[in-house]
Every structure is written in C-alpha cells, then in structure tokens.
C-alpha cells in the first residue's frame, strides 16, 4: 500500500489517499475517525454495490459505526441537484448530526456527489470517498470539487470540501468496464504531459500491464497521479494559477463533450469524457505544433500513446466548429467569454496563454475532422 | 456612516461592514470591486422590491454593472432548494460566469439564499449582501452562514460563504413591519446578555427612540451589534468554541419555534423566530437562577427590556414539553443527542455545559407557561 498526504487550505485538515489492493477493509477505521457521533452514511450506485457494498458496509460496522446506506441509479444523471436533495432527506431521516460521516463508494459521479452533498448538511460534516474507478483514483480524488450537475453545464452546482481521507483500491479496477478504464487512461496521459515525462515512459513500457489491469502495474501508476495532483493542488488549493494546467484538453474537450451530448442519439452517448479529452488532447497539442511550442515528435508520441490505451485520435465525421466554439465560451471555465489554453511545449511540460485565436481553434477542429 | 471590518480565515478575504442612512447608492461600488467580469444578478423579494429594487439597480448599473434581477416570494417559505435551483436557472441563463457577483437585497431570508447560492454556482462566486432587515443587519450580516431550508429542519443545506461586503442601511427600517423589528431586537437583547452590560445600559435608556426608528439611535446599536458579533466571529470562525455563545436562548428557543410550526394554526404562525428566542431566554435564564448562576435581579432586568420591546416573557397557554425535548435533541447543534446550553451568570456574561437535566428544562418550560 503506498499513502500520499494532501496539504490543504487553513482551514480544512490534511488527508491521506491509501493506494493500494484490498484496501475496502480501510473504510470502517478511516470513517470512524472521522465520526464522533457514531453514525455514517454510505452513498454508492446499483452496479457498485453488487460488487462492494456487503465489504465496505461491513467494515464500517465492525468499526462501530451505526450504519445506513442510499443506493444510486448508475450514471452522470444521477448527479443532480434534485438527487441531491433527496439524500438530504434520507440523511436527515436517518438522524444524521454535524459529528457523523458520509461516505462514497464508487466512481467519479458517486464521490462528487456525496462530497457535495456532505458539504452542505448542516453546512458541513465529514466525508470519506472509496473510490473505486481509474478516474476517481487519478483525479476525483484529489482537490476536493464536489459538485451536481445542471442540464446545461456540469459541474454547475458545487462546493470546495475536503474528505478527511481518500481510498483507492485498485483490486476494485477488476470489475470496471472497459470504457471506463479508458476515461482514467485519459486523464493519466494528460498528467504525464502536463509535469512528468517519466511517467510517459512507464506509459509507453507498461501498456499491456495497464490495460490488463495488472494489480502492481495499477498500484504503481495510480499513487504516482495521486503524488502529482496533490502536489499540483496543495501549492495552488483555489483555481487559478498553477491547478490550472490540469485543464490541458479541456477547453477544447469541454467543448467536443457539450456538442456531442447537444447531437443527440448515438455520437453523443459514444462520447465518453475520457474521448473528450483524449481529442481535445490532439486539438490543443496541434495548436501547440502550429504555433511552434511542441515538436512533431512529441504530439505523436500522445497520439500513439492515446491509440494504444483505445482513446480517439480523430472524429469519423463533421465536426460543427461554429457550436463547438459557442459552447467553449459558454463553459464555466471562461471568463467574460475568453478561453483559457494550456499548450504543451514538450512531453512533461505546458505553457498558458489566453491568446489562441478562433481560427487556430478552427483549424484544430478541422485536424482532428480531417484524419 | 460607520464601518467594521469582520477578520475571516485564510482562505477568504477580510470584508467590510458599512452601517449608516441612505446607503443602497454604494450597492454599485462595492458590488463592482467584486466582479470582474461586469455582471451582476440582484435577489429580492417583493416587499422589499417594492421599495428599493429601483435605487438598487440603479446603482448597480450606474457602476457599470450589467444586472440582471430575480424578485422572489416574501418569506421563509421562499428559502429552499427548490428556490435555489430556480436561481441557477435563472443565474446560467443571465451568463454569469466565475467572475461575477450576485447581490442579496433584503432580510435574512433573502441573502441567506442569495449567499447559497453564491457559494454553489461554479463552485462559489462573490456576493454582497445589502440587509434591509433589523435581525439581517444585527446577526445574519455577520459570519458567513448561509442556506436553504429543509422542511423538517431550517437552514438544513448551505454553507459557509463570507460576502465581499455588507451594507446595513438603517433608513431601510423604516419599512420594516413591527413584528419583524420586534424579532431583532430580540437578537439585541441577547448580544446585550452574553456579551455587553454596557448595551443593555443604552437599550433601557434609548429604548423609545429605538422603537420609533430613530436613525441615529439604530446606527449606534446596529454598529455596536455588528462589532460584537465581528469579534466573536473572528475569533472562532466555525462554530465550535466561543461562537456557541451566539446560540444563548437558541436551545430552547428553537425547540419552541419547532413545537409551534409543528402545532400549526395560529399560533404556529404566531410564533416569529424573535418571540421564540425571547421565551428561550427566560427559559434559560431560569435554569440559570435555579442554578444559583444567574440573579433574580438580573433575570428581571432581561425579562422587563424583552417585554418593554413588545416580546413574549410567558406562554399563554400549555406547551408540550416531551414534545419540544425530543425537538430540542433533534436540532442540528445537538451532537448524539446532547444538548448545549448557553446559561447566563449575569447581564453581559455567559458559561457554557451540556450537563442540563431534562428536569430542569422541563421546570424552565413549566415556569414560560405558568406565569
């Protein structure tokens, strides 16, 4: 098991994120802890729970916690506001106090939303997550975004609150389906291409591993994105400067997201976030190697990384570049309607910059439609 | 005019208070210094809307704020999740983006609401609060509570969210209904008891002039009221240590507002949130006597500026003790059940313990509806 400690504002305590297999046993201890008043609240979905909520449940109550659990409809749709308040009710019900816990198990949707949820009952109280995909592990674990989701805008609706502890067990990685497997891929390409090159080179020798869902392999790669997020997110806890980077592929992402979900039918339901990115990756690093910043070399070297974990280098298709362009304005990441680039400059290395024009936007889009 | 800060944590920024006559024209300025990105989305509800929506607006944009308004329903019902979800709507569909500010015109209805959602929207943007209430300007403006109402349980889902700044306008009293005067003088009263003999001296001298609205005279109080409550604020910010102090009369006193929602009728509606802080201090102050706390005399002295100011000392009729107990423990600042009390050693002094009988409460509810 390796443990990372997360450095966190002054007014929120430091955590740990354990890494590691067979770590669900964890969740009684770690949420005790965190408990003065004995009870817990454990949110997760449907496909989660078949796997996990008998181990997780039990070990909460052999660590004397009085116990009650929601069990979710799986998916992005159940991070809503109006689910969100129907867990306020069961917590209430369940005579939940300011000293009890909640605790999610599951992936990225299930701790964003129990992470919100426990920031705003009675104003706060305590919150393990269990995460238990490769997203949630590398990503959603770290930095304390809680959030739901409004019909139009992600993420809309949500609160900085930190968790007073994090698991990541990677044996849980065993069930998870193929699809999202990749969507954590994605994200660990962007980690390596933002600030460590050396783990591209894992990457690259580690593939099969990865892909096979090698536990060691796992365990490895998962506390060293662990390691580079909290170190990314203690030095710069509030969005602004240096976690910005983390937005590489996201501001075109962002916008291939929100205008295949806006298509409709099959396209939009193909277009996982994990997709997104892995495009809005190839997008961002061709303006990059058209300004000059990123050498030939290295933006293929993401590609063929991205194609080897089963990511989209291109779209088989038009792509709407004057939508696409409208709906990045429209992100909550813009300011004033201007975008904010993170631009490789090598393998391990970004620049920021708000001067990327519409056409160069225009002629990436066109990239990615062409190949 | 007269200004105080309020210290905050670390992670947010130091604000200001301005108390004075005739202030909603700096609504524009100080609402303007938060927002960079020029927008603005005003809340209000229609009583208040009625009076001050046009100088408000007015200088919001004459700041050269684009402004956008929602005017809500008066009252407490107004305060839900629901209401917040209507205003995300609404927020999105005005284009407000992370640089933005919202302003809450009105009671503490009104910016408690309007500082939720501030505090969830993108994850927290800047908001001003302009009281226009006695209670909103003496307590609500002071701390960063924020919230909504859950329908067993006020200010169940919110958060602590600091304003940018605070204007409490004490011209705007004018308008203010005598029954909602009544409630923050209540709140007065008990600043004056946990916190400033001196204050309760000026309440017995000034005692008329405050309920004629004199301007001069409730610039002094509300000033002297919000720099009390700034210190005990700063010094603690989470509620936890010296803050609890702020809760004196609020144990039972919650519990019988509770009772009377939940007995409905008239005296349901009868029961403002004033009356019942006010039953709750006799009530606690009579613990406090039959301790040997607390003074015959100085009980007195608090029940006669409570009832010189048009508050309940008694219930006039019976009142369900089991009932308000098991409410009391249902609170959301019980902890495992465990009550805490606030009980006064004299006018201006208070101690704190959670060891109170249920015998004893029940005798301090026995002397609100024997007398």
Redesign the interface.
Known sequence: MQQVRVRT???ASDYSVLIGRNLLGRAGPEASRAA???KAFLITDAHVAEHYLAPATESLRAAGLDTSAAILPPGEHTKT??Q??DL??RM?RAGL???SVVVGLGGGVVTDLAGFVA??????VAWVAVSTSLLGQVDASVGG?T?VD?P??K??????HQPSAVLADVSTLATLPDEELRTGLAEVVKHAMIRDAAMMDCLEADADALLARAPAVLETIVARNVRLKADVVSAD??EGGLRRILNYGHTIGHAIESWAMASGGQAGQAMTHGRAVALGMVAEAHIACARGLLSADDADRQRRILERFGLPVAIGGPIDADRCLALARHD?????GRLWFVLPEGVGRVTQTDDVTDDEIRAALAHLGGS
Do not use: Q, V, W
Not at 119 to 124: E, F, I, K, L, S
């Open positions: 504002s002054a007014t003065p008043s004995r506001l109006a969100a308040g306020f009710d209430l106090d300011r000293g920031a705003a009952y009675m104003r706060g975004k959030g409004h139009e805008c993420n809309l609706i949500g609160a900085f806890e509030r909550k990441k813009a300011r004033a």
